[in-house]
Each structure stands twice: as C-alpha cells, then as structure tokens.
C-alpha cells in the first residue's frame, strides 16, 4: 500500500515537470512569432536636368624622334610650355593633371626577311585641364595648341561635386514623390490605407556627362575654337515599401 502511494506521488511529480518544461518551450517560441504584415512595394524614378559648370579637356602632345631620349626630351619641354601658357590664362596647377605618358618604337617589317627594324620612337603625353569658365574653354584648347599640343582627344562639360550634390537631391526628391503617388493610387485601387513606410532603398543615381562632338568642331570657321555646352540629365530610381491596413 505504502509502496503504490509512493508511485503515485513520483508519477505525480514527473507530470508537473513535464508541464513546466512544455511551459517554458512555449514561452522561448513565443518570442520569436513575428506577424507577417500586408506591404505594397513601389518604385519611383526621375530625371532632372541641369547646366553643366565644369568643363575637362583632354589634350595630347605626341612627339616623334629617332632616339626614345629625344622623344621624351622633346615631348617634356612642349608639355612644360603648353602647362605654362594655361596657367598664365588663370588656370591653378590642381586644374591641369597628367593623364597618360608613353614612350613606344615605330618599326617596318620586311616580309621578306621576317624581321622588324626600329626606325623611330613616339611620346605621347595627355593632359587633363578642369576649367569652371565654359566660355574660355575654346580659347584653352587654342592655347594649348598653339603651344605644343597636336591632339584634342575629348572634352566633355560635366557638374562640379557641389552642383552634382545638390541636383541629386533634387532627383531623388521627385523619385520618392513618384514613388508615393504610385502608392497612393495603388492604395486607392484596392481600397485599402497606406501605413507607415517600413523600407527605403535607392537604387541608383547617375548622369552622362555632355560629349562635345569633336568632328563638329574642326568643320567650324576658322578664329577661336566654338565651344557650345549643353544639359545633362541626371536620372534617379528609388523604391518604397509601405505597410497597409
């Protein structure tokens, strides 16, 4: 007797155990439960455009001579006078960078003896040149050529970091607001309300630099280099999850 009523009281035991450990696994579940909630995703995009107020030519001096020495020589001193001439316009060192130096051989190959033979070697040496004067950027390029340069290579009117800033924030402000309406149509369509906004991400800012197309500029009148600048569109996309109710 004495022994069943010892049974009955472990028995007993291990059911209360067992319901505060089933207690406990309920409770650590219950923290990790989310409520999945009903979204509408959007995606606004605008372009705004601007005026460029920075220009970059790119300029080549291409020397060429019988020996590499003389090349380098020779294209080092007509870079040193064409870097000189555009600083007495007014343009800061920081304005005028080296982009490429090269010095390579110039050869004929004689098809019948199978051979090459180096008749003379090429330097080349390009020069960057920033200027915030759209309207001396002609003159820059004849400048530059007058003194040593032979090659326009490109030039292209760009925003400087400050106005790039500002017109970012400006397509990006007219992305959202298209952003929104699209919500608030979508909204309005299934009858439903927008929430709050539980997810912003930007997808993406960017522009394309104006190209000034340099065959035009050789077919213009003889005098000053016409350099005409146009706009630049700068594009925005950015996306928007709103909670519904």
Same mark, same amino acid.
């Given at each position: 007797?004495?022994?069943?009523?010892?049974?009955?009281?472990?028995? !007993?035991?291990?059911?209360?155990?067992?319901?505060?450990?089933?207690?406990?696994?309920?409770?650590?579940?219950?923290?990790?439960?989310?409520?999945?909630?009903?979204?509408?995703?959007?995606?606004?995009?605008?372009?705004? !455009?601007?005026?460029?107020?920075?220009?970059?030519?790119?300029?080549?001096?291409?020397?060429?001579?019988? !020996?590499?020495?003389?090349?380098?020589?020779?294209?080092?001193?007509?870079?040193?006078?064409?870097?000189?001439?555009?600083?007495?316009?007014?343009?800061?060192?920081?304005?005028?960078?080296?982009?490429?130096?090269?010095?390579?051989?110039?050869?004929?190959?004689?098809?019948?003896?199978?051979?090459?033979?180096?008749?003379?070697?090429?330097?080349?040496?390009?020069?960057?040149?920033? !200027?915030?004067?759209?309207?001396?950027?002609?003159?820059?390029?004849?400048?530059?050529?007058?003194?040593?340069?032979?090659?326009?290579?490109?030039?292209?009117?760009?925003?400087?970091?400050?106005?790039?800033?500002?017109?970012?924030?400006?397509?990006?402000?007219?992305?959202?607001?298209?952003?929104?309406?699209?919500?608030?149509?979508?909204?309005?369509?299934?009858?439903?309300?927008?929430?709050?906004?539980?997810?912003?991400?930007?997808?993406?800012?960017?522009?394309?630099?104006?190209?000034?197309?340099?065959?035009?500029?050789?077919?213009?009148?003889?005098?000053?280099?016409?350099?005409?600048?146009?706009?630049?569109?700068?594009?925005?996309?950015?996306?928007?999850?709103?909670?519904?109710?």
């Amino acid at each position: 007797m004495e022994k069943e009523k010892l049974r009955g009281n472990f028995l !007993t035991g291990l059911f209360g155990i067992g319901l505060v450990l089933v207690a406990l696994v309920l409770a650590m579940n219950s923290g990790n439960v989310t409520e999945e909630k009903n979204t509408i995703d959007v995606a606004g995009s605008a372009v705004v !455009t601007a005026s460029p107020d920075e220009a970059e030519l790119f300029v080549e001096i291409q020397v060429q001579e019988d !020996t590499a020495e003389r090349a380098r020589s020779e294209a080092a001193s007509r870079v040193e006078r064409v870097i000189n001439s555009l600083k007495q316009q007014g343009v800061k060192s920081s304005n005028i960078e080296t982009v490429s130096i090269n010095i390579y051989p110039l050869s004929n190959y004689d098809r019948d003896t199978g051979e090459s033979s180096i008749y003379a070697y090429r330097a080349s040496h390009v020069l960057k040149i920033t !200027t915030m004067d759209l309207d001396k950027a002609g003159k820059l390029i004849d400048i530059a050529i007058a003194n040593g340069a032979n090659t326009v290579q490109q030039i292209q009117f760009t925003l400087s970091k400050e106005k790039q800033k500002e017109v970012n924030a400006e397509a990006l402000d007219k992305a959202a607001e298209d952003a929104t309406s699209k919500a608030d149509a979508i909204a309005k369509s299934l009858k439903v309300r927008l929430g709050r906004i539980s997810k912003v991400s930007e997808s993406n800012v960017n522009y394309q630099p104006y190209s000034f197309p340099l065959a035009k500029m050789a077919a213009e009148a003889y005098g000053e280099t016409p350099v005409q600048p146009q706009n630049v569109d700068v594009s925005a996309y950015i996306s928007i999850q709103y909670t519904i109710s």
